[in-house]
């Protein structure tokens, strides 16, 4: 993986309009915004460097979501600041698209991920990283942060359901992502 420096300082301006203003908020998830639901999953996905690196190219190719079931289309192969995609789940007129721009990246020694904030036309509004970490004792873990409220009528009807398929898929992503790294 390219050692690169993190893209937390300078938000990405995307050509679309972003659903919500504390961009960039999940680059200190300690301080997640008031007013939102907050999600918080953490799980250890391997351990070693080639754990991290595999792990860290399959969040930032996309290939962890692609994994889960989730069709991406996007306009670059990786993650970078400003990219636009839209990750979808469901086929036919059954299938729901979430658009969304990449606010920031980290593609450091120790570090790997981006955040992906709502464009116009998503079902909720808000922040959601994907970060990988090679902790000192060799663990790889990858955490998943969010903030998000509803943006449309079928999230709002969906109420307390809704906070429960956003941690199952972060879970889901987890083991996508553990699966990924053994391989």
């Known amino acids: 993986m390219t050692r690169l420096t993190s ?83 469901g086929v036919g007129r ?4 979430a658009p969304c721009s990449v606010i920031w990246t980290a593609y450091e020694e120790n570090r790997a991920g981006f955040a992906y904030g709502t464009l116009s036309g998503h079902p909720e509004c808000g922040e959601e990283s994907f970060v990988v970490s090679l ?14 409220r509803p943006a449309t009528w079928y999230t709002r009807l969906g109420g307390p359901l809704i906070p429960r398929l956003q941690l199952a898929y972060a879970r889901r992503l987890g083991r996508t992502l553990r699966r990924l790294v053994r391989r």
């Open 135 to 148: 902790e000192p004792g060799g663990a790889v873990r990858f955490t998943v942060t969010a903030f998000s």
């Open 94 to 97: 059954a299938r729901l698209g």
């Open 7 to 89: 893209d937390l300082a300078r938000p990405a301006r995307p050509r679309q309009t972003l659903t919500y203003r504390e961009v960039g908020a999940t680059g200190t998830p300690e301080a997640l915004p008031d007013g939102y639901l907050h999600l918080r999953h953490s799980v250890v996905v391997g351990s070693g460097r080639a754990a991290f690196e595999a792990a860290g190219a399959a969040v930032t190719t996309w290939r962890m979501h692609r994994a889960s079931g989730a069709t991406v289309r996007c306009e670059a192969p990786r993650a970078e600041p400003g990219v636009c995609l839209e990750v979808s789940v």
